[in-house]
């Protein structure tokens, strides 16, 4: 249709082919490949060696018995994962990736990172589509012999189909973000073990100073990881220092969000910013991820800061994770991203207090926890589906009632963490 209407297409670019043949080169790479297996045939780094060394390294602030000894042990163990991370990096389509990255000018590269992102989407689409219908399947079978009361082992058998299924389609969700991840931890590796760059390897050296040429421009990166529940502080440290040495000393206000899983903060977000923090229902956000947004002459002069860093997060009660296993998960979460914004936005979905009570104790105790080591973060709560903003009367009575929610969650919350709260407004 373009031929004929004589519109001007993209895709006719020479710049946006050129940054589509870089990108095919990787992709043809993967073609034809379990989208499963992707991640632990090219990228090994962030696997198990990843979630080992996050695992260890959490042990590390726990020691118990000989203490010298066992610190000894775990550090040795830790320099023996780098070792192992050095030793598989830099895979084929890991070197086509820096090589890009070193190599295009900067429209050449954001045509490259999009037809990345479409064509890796765009592999595991198919994929997940057949893992998502057999997990229907199983769970109908689950579902059934439960509602017959079933307690054979044949129910017991289907359940570990069942979780092995969800285990795959973690490791389905193939995309652009684990790409960088990659690229975070081949630089930790090799940073920790001061090693130089082997022949025809690419230099790990450069690493940040790519990332951060793409955060500048207005890129998400991964701050967290939300598979290993780590910050890979020395990767994310390079990044931000490369970003200071680009920009200079600039005033940054940091603003992150906090809601249920699937409630719609990227979204929000990317309505607020003009972002493009990747939203779906299927395939929601793990751990968390930063953008960097210039704000204009006029809001410099207004508020005194030169940039806004937009942190998105993962949804609190993720469905991934059951019962103990959540409320722990979600509480370093909340600490995280409460302790590192000016302002956090608790993204609360839904008219009945009821549902909000987790995600508001939670958030409670989070503050409480910075009152503890002195910071003051602020937070504002945008509450979604409220009746039509026009019935005064109606809301105000939504507003009491989020009020005493608040106090009381205060008052379970200083139980937990042992100090004195009667209501919010002692923490804030």
Not at 106 to 129: N, R
Not at 321 to 331: S, Y
Request: net charge negative; proline share 2%; charged share 30%.
């Amino acid at each position: 249709m373009a031929d004929v209407s004589g519109v001007k297409v993209d895709e006719d670019d020479k710049v946006c082919q050129k940054g589509k043949s870089a990108a095919m080169k990787i992709v043809d790479l993967l073609q034809g490949m379990d989208v499963s297996k992707i991640k632990d045939t090219y990228l090994p780094c962030q696997g198990q060696l990843w979630k080992e060394w996050c695992k260890i390294n959490k042990e590390l602030y726990h020691l118990k018995g000989n203490i010298e000894n066992e610190k000894c042990k775990k550090e040795r163990k830790l320099m023996q994962i780098r070792q192992d991370q050095c030793e598989v990096s830099c895979s084929e389509p890991m070197k086509l990736f820096i090589e890009s990255l070193s190599s295009l000018s900067a429209t050449e590269k954001d045509y490259f990172l999009k037809w990345t992102q479409i064509l890796t989407d765009a592999l595991s689409t198919d994929d997940l589509g057949s893992i998502l219908q057999s997990y229907d399947e199983k769970w109908a079978e689950v579902l059934d012999l439960k509602n017959k009361h079933d307690k054979s082992d044949l129910l017991k058998g289907k359940q570990t189909e069942l979780d092995e299924i969800s285990t795959q389609l973690q490791s389905a969700t193939f995309g652009l973000e684990h790409i960088f991840r990659e690229m975070g931890q081949i630089y930790e590796a090799h940073a920790s073990l001061k090693k130089q760059p082997e022949r025809g390897q690419t230099d790990w050296s450069k690493y940040p100073e790519l990332a951060a040429e793409l955060m500048i421009s207005g890129h998400p990166m991964e701050l967290m990881d939300g598979d290993a529940g780590q910050v890979p502080l020395t990767w994310i440290s390079g990044l931000l220092d490369e970003v200071i040495k680009k920009l200079g000393d600039k005033r940054v206000f940091v603003l992150s969000v906090l809601g249920v899983q699937s409630s719609g903060k990227s979204t929000m977000l990317n309505a607020m910013f003009g972002l493009q923090f990747a939203v779906s229902a299927g395939r929601c956000t793990k751990g968390a991820f930063m953008q960097l947004v210039e704000v204009s002459e006029e809001i410099k002069k207004d508020f005194e800061f030169d940039y806004v860093l937009v942190v998105d997060t993962e949804g609190l009660r993720a469905l991934e994770l059951e019962g103990n296993a959540t409320l722990h998960h979600d509480n370093e979460l909340a600490t995280f991203v409460v302790g590192l914004g000016n302002m956090t936005l608790i993204n609360i979905f839904g008219e009945n207090p009821a549902e909000m009570q987790d995600v508001l104790q939670i958030v409670v105790q989070a503050f409480m926890r910075m009152k503890k080591i002195k910071l003051s973060p602020s937070c504002v709560f945008v509450h979604q589906n409220v009746t039509d903003i026009a019935a005064a009367e109606k809301n105000m009575d939504g507003k009491r009632r989020l009020q005493e929610k608040l106090d009381k969650m205060a008052q379970l919350a200083a139980k937990e963490e042992v100090c004195d709260a009667e209501c919010f407004s002692d923490i804030k």
